[in-house]
């Protein structure tokens, strides 16, 4: 994080505004819509000034800068194309410990001015730290769209009746309760101007809660797909939102778990080979238990929580305790890794079906039905077996499939560390070693992998294979 993210209180506070063209003139209103006093100094104001909103707090107070001005002052805002004399300003109010924006040039910055959705008392900013305002202005104008102007009256009506929905609700409730309101027709009464309506509603509620305990204790059952955050779904990522704890696995990557809920317990119960750290038996009599203390409970898992993530096991357990729980399917690894690989698992010319297996050993050997697997017409997505890949290989050719039968195994599939080898089933356990794959990988095998080098879209700034290659041309860096 470059910047931390705070909002000023400028009411009745002095700024002071450096420089008098028209994007001065736009910093000015800014600060005014802030509640700000604000002195200029500039030896002309553009005329954008004299339309300024609360021009009576405005002044211009000198025509050149001087360190004078900075007494007590609370804020500066530099609008100015000559570097020196900007950073002539910058310096001398970092001297005083006063906060200073330059406009256009971050380097000289104390703090910068985001992109700003204004619902008043509702606010969000949107920044690229100095380095792209035209793309923050961009994600601005999206979000406009997602957020009705009427928040703010929301907002303002949940804030009427704090005090007494804290009196008449326990500690422990209230997040819930006010969850519920702002998910209930309050919130479209509000949206739709009935503010009469949606008070007596909210009144109706506040009733009912305190009669009637608020018990929201759930298992969210959420696919976070294979890596990527932005292959997530909606659905999805509001729950992560709304939980109160987050049960995750290894395979749930890093910036997705950022996307949970900042307050929330997480609680690691990540799987590697041969390393559970939680037994399965113990996952599920957590989520039971966390379930049964009221609490909200996400269990994140990698890729779609159905296709060898063992979701039908907890939900079992569930059921069987009378455990209320939600299912969210996520993107499954084959379906996103092969996509991002430009390994289309189903073609007209190649392959009229796919199959799903696992490649996880146990006992050194394969529990796996191969004459129905090993078909020259279909798809094998194989999960987890990187550790059995010479085995897996020997296997197929030995009941059916030719050692020329094309396959590629991907390393960290949909994320920017994505790498794709390909070569066939007598090549590809070599490839894999001398690359120095690391879990998880995904392989797949058939003759749709021939499409990768025309189809592979997704190019990642860290090591790509080629489907040609062979072991003598791979590069240094991956030897």
Same mark, same amino acid.
């Given at each position: 994080?470059?910047?931390?993210?705070?909002?000023?209180?400028?009411?009745?506070?002095?700024?002071?505004?450096?420089?008098?063209?028209?994007?001065?003139?736009?910093?000015?209103?800014?600060?005014?819509?802030?509640?700000?006093?604000?002195? #200029?100094?500039?030896?002309?104001?553009?005329?954008?000034?004299?339309?300024?909103?609360? *021009?009576?707090?405005?002044?211009? #107070?000198?025509?050149?800068?001087?360190?004078?001005?900075?007494?007590?002052?609370?804020?500066?805002?530099?609008?100015?194309?000559?570097?020196?004399?900007?950073?002539? #300003?910058?310096?001398?109010?970092?001297?005083?410990?006063?906060?200073?924006?330059?406009?256009?040039?971050?380097?000289?910055?104390?703090?910068?001015?985001?992109?700003?959705?204004?619902?008043?008392?509702?606010?969000?900013?949107?920044?690229?730290?100095?380095?792209?305002?035209?793309?923050?202005?961009?994600?601005?104008?999206?979000?406009?769209?997602?957020?009705?102007?009427?928040?703010?009256?929301?907002?303002?009506?949940?804030?009427?009746?704090?005090?007494?929905?804290?009196?008449?609700?326990?500690?422990?409730?209230?997040?819930?309760?006010?969850?519920?309101?702002?998910?209930?027709?309050? $919130?479209?009464?509000?949206?739709?101007?009935?503010?009469? %309506?949606?008070?007596?509603?909210?009144?109706?509620?506040?009733?009912?809660?305190?009669?009637?305990?608020?018990?929201?204790?759930?298992?969210?059952?959420?696919?976070?797909?294979?890596?990527?955050?932005?292959?997530?779904?909606?659905?999805?990522?509001?729950?992560?939102?709304? $939980?109160?704890?987050?049960?995750?696995?290894?395979?749930?990557?890093?910036?997705?778990?950022?996307?949970?809920?900042?307050?929330?317990?997480?609680?690691?119960?990540?799987?590697?080979?041969?390393?559970?750290?939680?037994?399965? %038996?113990?996952?599920?009599?957590?989520?039971?238990?966390?379930?049964?203390?009221?609490?909200?409970?996400?269990?994140?898992?990698?890729?779609?929580?159905?296709?060898?993530?063992?979701?039908?096991?907890?939900?079992?357990?569930?059921?069987?305790?009378?455990?209320?729980?939600?299912?969210?399917?996520?993107?499954?690894?084959?379906?996103?890794?092969?996509?991002? *690989?430009?390994?289309?698992?189903?073609?007209?010319?190649?392959?009229?079906?796919?199959?799903?297996?696992?490649?996880?050993?146990?006992?050194?050997?394969?529990?796996?039905?191969?004459?129905?697997?090993?078909?020259?017409?279909?798809?094998?997505?194989?999960?987890?077996?990187?550790?059995?890949?010479?085995?897996?290989?020997?296997?197929?050719?030995?009941?059916?499939?030719?050692?020329?039968?094309? *396959?590629?195994?991907?390393?960290?599939?949909?994320?920017?560390?994505?790498?794709?080898?390909?070569?066939?089933?007598?090549?590809?356990?070599?490839?894999?070693?001398? *690359?120095?794959?690391?879990?998880?990988?995904?392989?797949?095998?058939?003759?749709?992998?021939?499409?990768? %080098?025309?189809?592979?879209?997704?190019?990642?700034?860290?090591?790509?294979?080629?489907?040609?290659?062979?072991?003598?041309?791979?590069?240094?860096?991956?030897?």
């Amino acid at each position: 994080m470059d910047y931390l993210p705070i909002f000023l209180d400028l009411r009745d506070r002095t700024c002071l505004l450096v420089g008098g063209s028209e994007t001065a003139a736009r910093k000015a209103e800014l600060l005014l819509r802030a509640g700000a006093r604000v002195e #200029v100094a500039a030896p002309e104001l553009h005329e954008c000034f004299k339309r300024l909103p609360y *021009a009576e707090h405005l002044s211009r #107070v000198a025509d050149v800068f001087s360190d004078e001005l900075l007494e007590g002052k609370d804020a500066v805002i530099v609008v100015e194309e000559d570097v020196a004399a900007a950073k002539l #300003v910058a310096d001398a109010a970092r001297v005083r410990h006063i906060p200073v924006n330059v406009a256009d040039k971050p380097a000289l910055c104390s703090f910068i001015l985001p992109s700003i959705i204004d619902r008043s008392p509702i606010m969000v900013a949107v920044s690229s730290g100095g380095e792209s305002p035209v793309l923050a202005r961009m994600l601005r104008a999206r979000l406009e769209t997602l957020i009705p102007a009427a928040y703010g009256r929301l907002s303002s009506l949940a804030s009427r009746y704090k005090t007494r929905v804290r009196e008449a609700i326990k500690p422990e409730q209230r997040r819930a309760f006010w969850e519920k309101v702002f998910l209930s027709p309050v $919130a479209e009464m509000v949206f739709s101007g009935r503010d009469v %309506e949606a008070e007596a509603e909210l009144n109706a509620m506040i009733k009912d809660s305190a009669a009637n305990e608020i018990t929201r204790g759930e298992v969210y059952l959420v696919g976070a797909g294979p890596g990527n955050p932005d292959l997530l779904t909606f659905r999805a990522l509001r729950l992560m939102q709304q $939980a109160d704890v987050i049960v995750y696995d290894r395979l749930v990557s890093q910036p997705i778990l950022d996307m949970c809920r900042r307050d929330a317990e997480r609680v690691y119960v990540g799987k590697e080979r041969d390393d559970h750290a939680v037994p399965q %038996e113990e996952i599920n009599l957590m989520l039971v238990r966390l379930a049964k203390e009221g609490k909200r409970t996400l269990r994140l898992k990698g890729g779609d929580p159905f296709i060898f993530g063992r979701g039908g096991e907890e939900i079992e357990i569930l059921v069987e305790h009378g455990v209320s729980f939600q299912v969210v399917p996520g993107i499954t690894a084959a379906a996103g890794v092969s996509s991002y *690989a430009g390994i289309p698992l189903t073609h007209r010319d190649y392959a009229q079906s796919v199959t799903f297996v696992t490649g996880h050993l146990k006992d050194n050997t394969f529990n796996l039905n191969w004459e129905g697997i090993a078909r020259q017409d279909q798809t094998i997505v194989i999960y987890m077996g990187l550790k059995g890949l010479p085995m897996l290989c020997e296997a197929l050719i030995k009941h059916g499939l030719t050692a020329e039968t094309p *396959a590629a195994i991907i390393q960290h599939g949909t994320l920017p560390t994505q790498r794709v080898i390909t070569g066939d089933l007598n090549t590809l356990p070599s490839l894999a070693e001398e *690359a120095g794959l690391k879990a998880p990988t995904l392989i797949i095998v058939g003759n749709v992998v021939k499409l990768r %080098e025309k189809l592979g879209w997704y190019q990642p700034e860290l090591h790509s294979e080629q489907a040609h290659r062979t072991p003598l041309e791979t590069p240094d860096h991956l030897r």
